[in-house]
Structure formats: C-alpha cells, structure tokens
C-alpha cells in the first residue's frame, strides 16, 4: 500500500514519559519529509500545547487538537475549522455543576484552560496542553462560561456518584449535541470531560489527508489510549504502542516494539512502513 501520512497521538506515542521529543524520533520525522510522506498529528492537547512539537518534527499544514475538535496551522496559529460548544449547553452544564457536590470544573478554551483553585496541583500537568491555565476561586461561579466562543471542551472532577448525577442530568436537558465520557484519576476521583458530538480522531484523520491529497487508506496512525481508537480504526493502518491498553491494542492492526512514553516510535514506523532510517 502506498502509505502517504503519518498520523501521530503526541503524550505516550511521540513524547516520552517526561513529555519531550527523543532526537532519533526528530530525525525520523524529517526523514520521512524529505521522502515524500506527509506527517502531521492529532492529539487532546490545545494549540499551544503541540505547536512546538509539530515545528520540531518539521510538520507544515494543519494538526488537530483537542481529539478533533479543532484544526490549526502549525505556522500562524490560525483555527480554519472548530467544533465550539454552544453557549446554551454551556450554561446549562454550570447549572447542573451548582446543583451537585463536584470537587471542580474545568473549561478548554481554543487557547487556554480555566480551573478551580482547588485542583492547582493539576496546573502543571494543563499547562503541558496550553501555557495559559487560569486559576478561578469557584470556575463554576465564573462568567467564563459565557463570555467566549471558543470552548472546546467542558469537563467536572469528583467522586463516581456526583460525577454520574451529573452527566445524567446534563444529558436530560441537552438530549442531542454533546458528547461525553468519564474516566478516573490516580487519586480516586471521577473526571466528566464533555464536547460537541460529531469529531473525534477519527473524522480529524479524514480531514488532515483531505488537505494532503489522499485519503484515510492511505494513512497511518500511531496510538496509545482510548481517544486514539477512532483513528487507529479508520486509518489504512493503525498502529497501537507496546503496553497500550488491550481496547486500544485490539483497534490496531498491529502493536510497536517501542513502550508507550519510552520514546522511539516514530523511528520504528519509520522503518518498518517506509524502510526511511533516521
């Protein structure tokens, strides 16, 4: 198969655990470029968050962001297409958050992160995804969910039970529009992460081989968690990380050698797909 683009998740496939860029990934990226396949990347990070990973692999063209929801040029920054959330459904996810005992909230914007002060501890991690991480005394309080159009993504942390009282309600008002999924944290809590229906991974893959002149039997994708799913299964061939989760290995075609976060992939997809050595 002539395989013509290079897909790539960034935490755990093409960062290692300590969120940086291995130089034999680097120059395989490159290498590839300069061999005529196209590479470029979809992650759940902001913008700011992977530009600089997509001018370090050499990346020209449009990356998605936040699982799909919003595509950037890696050169100017510029948003061509976005999946906002409605003002509407975010005032009633603020509603529904005043009704139950959640610990915080959390609001993705294009470009930066709104949280409660309560989960400060988690500004570190954020601003992994955008260097603009706000700090709210009660976010749910504040007027930011009302006064820009540009969230991408609303989300909740607290126990199991709150969390699902939660995302019932939110639903109940907001039958059709949104989609949303939960998952633990290492300290025991529950985070609701919310966005609008219709992208993913998936649809994002779609699009970035539009602009480069093929479509998504001509690509590969390389991942390693559950929001990679989408596009590992609609990509020519999909390519999970060793030690990624069994749902996401079982999307796959096939599983690398390379650990997820141990750095190292994409030198292996590109000798094993393209024969291109660093």
Not at 37 to 43: D, F, K, P, R, Y
Not at 118 to 131: K, M, N, Q, V
Not at 225 to 246: C, I, K, Q, S
Request: hydrophobic share 40%; charged share 25%.
């Amino acid at each position: 198969m002539d395989y013509r683009l290079l897909v790539l998740d960034l935490d755990g496939t093409t960062l290692n655990h300590d969120g940086r860029l291995e130089p034999r990934d680097v120059a395989a990226a490159r290498a590839l470029q300069a061999a005529g396949v196209h590479v470029t990347i979809a992650t759940g990070r902001l913008f700011l968050g992977s530009q600089w990973v997509g001018e370090a692999l050499g990346v020209t063209g449009h990356i998605a962001v936040m699982n799909g929801s919003e595509l950037c040029d890696v050169g100017t920054g510029q948003a061509t297409f976005g999946r906002y959330i409605e003002v509407a459904h975010r005032a009633v996810m603020r509603d529904v958050l005043a009704e139950h005992d959640v610990s915080s909230a959390l609001l993705f914007r294009s470009r930066g992160i709104d949280v409660d002060r309560r989960d400060e501890a988690l500004l570190p991690y954020l601003r992994t995804w955008t260097p603009d991480a706000e700090l709210h005394e009660t976010l749910r309080d504040s007027p930011r969910w009302v006064e820009h159009d540009d969230v991408l993504s609303m989300g909740a942390v607290g126990e199991a039970e709150a969390i699902a009282a939660v995302r019932q309600k939110l639903h109940q008002h907001v039958p059709e529009g949104l989609f949303s999924v939960t998952f633990g944290t290492r300290d025991g809590r529950t985070v609701l992460s919310v966005r609008q229906s219709g992208e993913d991974k998936g649809t994002a893959l779609d699009r970035l081989a539009a602009e480069r002149g093929c479509d998504a039997s001509q690509t590969v994708a390389v991942g390693d968690w559950h929001n990679d799913v989408p596009m590992l299964r609609r990509a020519g061939l999909g390519l999970a990380m060793a030690g990624a989760d069994p749902i996401v290995q079982s999307a796959a075609d096939d599983v690398l050698q390379t650990p997820r976060g141990g750095g190292g992939g994409i030198a292996e997809v590109a000798m094993r797909v393209w024969g291109v050595s660093a």
